[in-house]
Antibody, heavy 118, light 110 residues
Framework: QVQLVQSGAEVKKPGASVKVSCKASGYTFTSYFMHWVRQAPGQGLEWMGLIDPTGGSTSYAQKFQGRVTMTRDTSTSTVYMELNSLRSDDTAVYYC???????????WGQGTLVTVSS | QSVLTQPPSASGTPGQRVTMSCSGSSSNIGSNNVYWFQQFPGTAPKLLLYRNNQRPSGVPDRFSGSKSGTSASLAISGLRSEDEADYYCAAWDDSLSGWVFGGGAKLTVL
């Protein structure tokens, strides 16, 4: 069965970086793109970007360009999302989601809480 | 401030039909497909509708979607208590070259 398992919760100080992983199983890793979406406490959903696991090409939301990097490791079927220069308003649950096309996200990771606090 | 605008709340009684709106612009809803997600507290979102009105396998036909101009709507008929959740609309925005979401609407089943 398809599973996306994300890394555990993180606590970071302002200015630091965080790298969240999303390990895929149960399907051919390179056949589906992966979105990253975040949700601040009590707030709505926010799209961060997308990665093609085949060649590693990415597309980032304008808001995060220059601060986010999405990568993949095909040997372990894992995608990564690294966010730099963390601020308190980056405190959120970060989700990865497999897409069958456009925003047709059919499977999601369980979410990773990143807390940014001094 | 979300690019797509949703009234923050909606409510209905069991068995009723409720609709939730999502307003955008020519650069997003006006020229691209709309997606709807359902989210229960503490869980990941779930795709409810894609390409304006298509239901993924397993989504009951009580859920339907429509789009007209720069607005879209989600309708739920035969409302059930288990439909109480947050609902989000989303679309590609040509100006931003990215996916944008509405702020979400909390549905309460009275």
């Amino acid at each position: 069965q398809v599973q996306l398992v994300q890394s555990g919760a993180e606590v970071k100080k302002p200015g630091a970086s965080v790298k969240v992983s999303c390990k895929a199983s149960g399907y051919t890793f390179t056949s589906y793109f992966m979105h990253w979406v975040r949700q601040a406490p009590g707030q709505g959903l926010e799209w961060m970007g997308l990665i093609d696991p085949t060649g590693g090409s990415t597309s980032y939301a304008q808001k995060f360009q220059g601060r986010v990097t999405m990568t993949r490791d095909t040997s372990t079927s894992t995608v990564y999302m690294e966010l730099n220069s963390l601020r308190s308003d980056d405190t959120a649950v970060y989700y990865c989601g497999r897409t069958a096309g456009q925003l047709e996200i059919d499977y999601w990771g369980q979410g990773t809480l990143v807390t940014v606090s001094s | 401030q979300s690019v797509l605008t949703q009234p923050p709340s909606a409510s209905g009684t069991p068995g009723q039909r409720v609709t939730m709106s999502c307003s955008g612009s020519s650069s997003n809803i006006g020229s691209n497909n709309v997606y709807w997600f359902q989210q229960f507290p503490g869980t990941a979102p779930k795709l409810l509708l894609y390409r304006n009105n298509q239901r993924p396998s397993g989504v009951p036909d009580r859920f339907s979607g429509s789009k007209s101009g720069t607005s879209a709507s989600l309708a739920i008929s035969g409302l059930r208590s288990e439909d109480e959740a947050d609902y989000y609309c989303a679309a590609w925005d040509d100006s931003l070259s990215g996916w944008v979401f509405g702020g979400g609407a909390k549905l309460t089943v009275l």
